[in-house]
């Protein structure tokens, strides 16, 4: 990211959230603390995927495609400032925003890159796999399982495409998307920690997951989510 658009945005932070917010987050910019990585085989998923009434699912490819109303939304329901420069520099390097909507209203969004990621991450891509990352729901509609239902929609769709693997990362503190993940066809894939210095990302693996959470009702239950997303 360019040093003016970094420097805007930890300016734009500090005057939303004062000094210490801003340290610890400029802190967790450089030093990831633990993160949990998951990732999923989509290649088997060959069903377009079904929305309740009301609900719908549009893939963004530049900022043009996007209505004026769903542009202002998508500012406001972050921050303006850094939503705004963070779009352009996601677009200008390939990546896919996923809108949803409830009943006209745009009430979560989440990015997608095929074969990269926009950020050094914790290993590489292959060309077909995909990263999803930033995913959000607004505040006023969370734990309705928009979030699943959002990121169950873009891996259907990502499989229809022809992508293999999945992958998604959460911090290890940010127990509303590690429950919400539970919902999606996503697996543990490990914990880890990185270091990001001058473009180049330091990784370090925490243990291996345990077999016995393949056994796990948690992972029985990514199984059946898992076949109910292919048969649905
Ligand atoms: C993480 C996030 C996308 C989940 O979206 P969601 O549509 O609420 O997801 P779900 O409906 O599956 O709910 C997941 C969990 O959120 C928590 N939750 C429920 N209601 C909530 C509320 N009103 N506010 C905050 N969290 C709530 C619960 O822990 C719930 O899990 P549970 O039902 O097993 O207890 C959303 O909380 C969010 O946008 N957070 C801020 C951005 C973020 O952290 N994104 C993830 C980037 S890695």
């Known amino acids: 990211m360019p040093f003016l658009t ?23 910019g450089v030093f990831s603390g633990t993160m949990m990585l998951y990732y999923c085989d989509i290649a088997a998923f060959r069903q377009a995927p079904v929305l309740p009434s009301g609900h719908s699912v549009e893939r963004k490819r530049n900022e043009a495609e996007i209505s004026s109303l769903d542009l202002q939304r998508y500012a406001e329901l972050w921050n303006p400032v850094i939503a705004k420069a963070n779009m352009r520099e996601r677009f200008g390097r390939s990546a896919s925003l996923w809108l949803l909507q409830s009943e006209g209203t745009l009430v979560g969004y989440g990015w997608t890159l095929g074969g990269g990621t926009i950020e050094p991450h914790f290993f590489r891509l292959g060309r077909r796999d995909v990263h999803l990352f930033d995913f959000y729901v607004a505040p006023a509609y969370r734990g309705r399982g928009l979030n699943p ?11 229809l495409e022809g992508c293999a693997r999945a992958f998604i990362e959460t911090p290890q503190w940010n127990h509303s998307q590690i429950s919400s993940l539970k919902r999606t066809p996503f697996h543990f894939l490990g ?23 393949a056994t796990s009702d948690e992972s029985s239950k990514l199984d059946e989510s898992s076949e109910s997303l292919e048969s649905s």
């Not at 239902?149 to 499989?159: E, I, K, Q, R």
């Open 149 to 159: 239902l959002l990121v169950n929609s873009v891996l259907c769709h990502l499989a």
């Open 6 to 28: 970094q420097l805007s945005r930890v300016k734009s932070y500090y005057i939303r959230h004062g000094l210490w917010p801003t340290l610890v987050r400029g802190y967790r």
């Open 191 to 213: 914990s880890a920690t990185k270091w990001t210095l001058a473009g180049r990302a330091t990784v370090w693996w925490g243990p291996a997951p345990q077999a016995s959470y």
